[in-house]
């Protein structure tokens, strides 16, 4: 039997230090639901995913470290926001390694390419050998900031395709398994409307949300589009549409091939 392989996920700051902030947004909260977000979607893809938060806990950069190393684990990846001086003059997403060479270079390469198809500008791979978490950790390691906390687009983005960059996440922690910095996917969505005007959109989307579901909007041939979740697995696509039935919405099922 083919042993799983062991994903280590960091939720960026946490407790009493919130990490960047913009107006009543924190970066720990965004990341902590992105991280485990993405540790479900891996743990769905059969890996072993450990946690160093999966609350609103604080932790020491140097104390994280250790819990990587501790856990035997594959690969690390640390989950945060990034900021500017001057709010909204900084946008995109930016992956950084201790030392861009070897397996962490690769892993940078694929999240980074990985996190561009979701709509953010792919600001690259930068060495930063000051990060404790980065050059304490004795597995490769990198951290992802999906983003800019203080720019408007930038969290339009984070909220609306949140599911998408999750699964583009794991995505590119999956191709550096395989050696695979691209591979052709498919995944299947619920779309439960589609609008000329994006408020429409808007506002199907926060009753969705209302409701529970992990609902986003994609601008596809000139339409505002509002669907439900990113499923690799049909059978959990299926079961979505039929709950979102059960609440009275029109659905129907889109395959996307997704390439990363």
């Known amino acids: 039997m083919e042993e799983r ?10 407790g009493a230090d919130p990490g960047a902030t913009y107006n009543e947004r924190k970066e720990k909260d965004d990341n902590l639901n992105l991280a485990l977000a993405v540790g479900q ?3 769905d893809n059969r890996v072993d995913v450990r946690y160093t938060r999966i609350d609103d806990t604080y932790n020491t950069p140097l104390e994280k470290a250790m819990m ?10 640390s989950i945060h926001r990034n900021a500017m001086p001057v709010p ?16 962490p270079a690769v892993f940078a390469k694929n999240i980074g390419e990985a996190l561009s198809q979701t709509g953010f500008t792919n600001l690259g791979t930068v060495e930063r050998s000051g990060l404790v978490i980065l050059k304490r950790t004795n597995i490769p390691s990198v ?19 949140f599911q998408e960059i ?7 922690i999956l191709n550096t398994f395989q050696g695979q910095p691209e591979e052709e996917t498919e995944y299947y969505q619920v779309q ?50 039929q709950s979102l039935k059960q609440c009275g919405y029109n659905t129907f099922l889109v395959r996307k091939p997704a390439v990363y």
Do not use: C
């Open 5 to 14: 392989k062991i994903v280590v996920i960091d939720a960026g700051h946490g």
């Open 41 to 43: 979607i891996l743990t």
């Open 68 to 77: 990587a190393n501790n856990s035997e684990g594959d690969l690390l990846v």
């Open 88 to 103: 909204g003059s900084g946008s995109g997403v930016l992956t950084l390694v201790f030392e861009d060479d070897g397996d």
């Open 143 to 161: 951290l992802v900031e999906v983003g800019f906390i203080d720019n408007e687009g930038d969290n339009n983005l984070f909220d609306q395709n």
């Open 166 to 172: 999750a699964e583009a996440l794991a995505q590119g």
């Open 192 to 241: 439960t409307g589609a609008y000329r005007v994006r408020p429409l959109a808007e506002k199907q989307m926060d009753t969705l949300k209302s409701q529970g579901f992990p609902a986003f909007i994609v601008l596809e041939d000139g339409l505002y589009k509002v669907r439900v979740g990113a499923f690799r697995n049909l059978d959990n696509a299926v079961r979505m549409e």
